[in-house]
């Protein structure tokens, strides 16, 4: 998710500072593209991914120290998992307050976890986050909450942010795919 967070493991996200998308860090990732087009795809382009890098292909990463592709995958889950969560207290809540989470201390975890398991998460709590945001009035897309260390923000801005941290992973996914095993 990163930057809630400390993006060490994977490349930082450009932030457009001083413009109103400066509380979505990944906003230049989502450049024009609606959110949820973007959201409603990656289930399926992330199994076409993991397919296409196999098992020794899940194990790369890009650059030594950074996450192998199955961390990834990994992390996606989890973040599907604490979106679903802000989304939903954001919607129930006069102006949340977001709990920010440490995404390293987090994946320590994700040696022993799969990326099969991973990818079953994401997408069934994807599926559940999208039916969730069909519903979703233009009134509640306008809701305000608070991130601590991005400030206010609104409803739409954390679908946004869901769209631009996933086309974020995307391409590190893709390029760890495209490189030749080592
Ligand atoms: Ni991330």
């Known amino acids: ?5 400390r993006p060490r493991p994977h490349a930082k996200p450009a932030g457009r500072q001083g413009t109103i998308f400066s509380v979505n860090p990944y906003a230049s990732f ?6 949820r087009e973007v959201i409603a795809e990656t289930s399926q382009r ?18 030594p120290g950074k996450w192998p592709a199955r961390a990834i995958l990994c992390h996606l889950a989890d973040c599907e998992t604490v979106f679903a969560f802000r989304l939903r207290q954001a919607l129930a809540e006069p102006h949340h307050i977001i709990q920010p989470f440490d995404q390293d201390a987090w994946a320590t975890r994700y040696a022993s976890l799969d990326a099969e398991a991973a990818l079953a998460v994401f997408s069934a709590v ?26 206010d923000m609104t ?19 893709e390029t760890i795919a495209s490189q030749a095993p080592r």
């Open 46 to 63: 992330l199994a076409s991914l993991a397919e296409r890098l196999g098992p020794d292909g899940l194990e790369r990463s890009l650059a």
């Open 126 to 151: 994807r599926k559940w986050n999208l039916a969730l945001l069909d519903a979703v009035t233009p009134e509640q897309l306008s809701k305000t909450l608070h991130h601590p260390e991005r400030g």
């Open 1 to 5: 998710m990163a930057a809630d967070f």
């Open 30 to 35: 989502l450049g024009d593209r609606k959110p």
């Open 155 to 173: 409803f739409q801005t954390v679908i946004e942010t869901m769209g631009g941290h996933d086309l974020n992973h995307l391409r590190q996914l």
